[in-house]
Nanobody
Framework: QVQLVESGGGLAQSGGSVRLSCTAS????????MGWYRQAPGKQRELVVR????????ELTDSWRGRFTISRDDAKNTLHLQLNNLKVEDTAVYYC?????????WGKGTLVTVSS
């Protein structure tokens, strides 16, 4: 199993940024993919971005292209995601996700609210 602890999020203004962090209970190198999804009120959960931890091309939703920065701290098993140029419609609960031995694990989610 993998436990995920998220931090960051909160209130941001339109055009601003927030930084999300996710720390896994296992080494990042044991995990196939790590990333973030979001779920807006009344909508299905959708991918923001996820990375193959051992190298490769990130997968992301087109609406986020050019609006995020992703970084990692392997020693702390932590993935950081900075969301930039936020829009009101980016308001959602953001969930950390990992794929570990073909099983998806989820964090509890952190709310990002973008005001106009």
């Amino acid at each position: 199993q993998v436990q995920l602890v998220e931090s960051g999020g909160g209130l941001a203004q339109s055009g601003g940024s927030v930084r999300l962090s996710c720390t896994a209970s296992r080494s990042i190198f044991e995990i196939a993919f790590m990333g973030w999804y979001r779920q807006a009120p009344g909508k299905q959960r959708e991918l923001v971005v996820r990375i193959p931890t051992r190298g490769g091309t990130p997968e992301l939703t087109d609406s986020w292209r050019g609006r995020f920065t992703i970084s990692r701290d392997d020693a702390k098993n932590t993935l950081h995601l900075q969301l930039n140029n936020l829009k009101v419609e980016d308001t959602a609960v953001y969930y950390c996700n990992v794929l570990y031995y073909d099983i998806d694990y989820w964090g509890k989610g952190t709310l990002v609210t973008v005001s106009s």
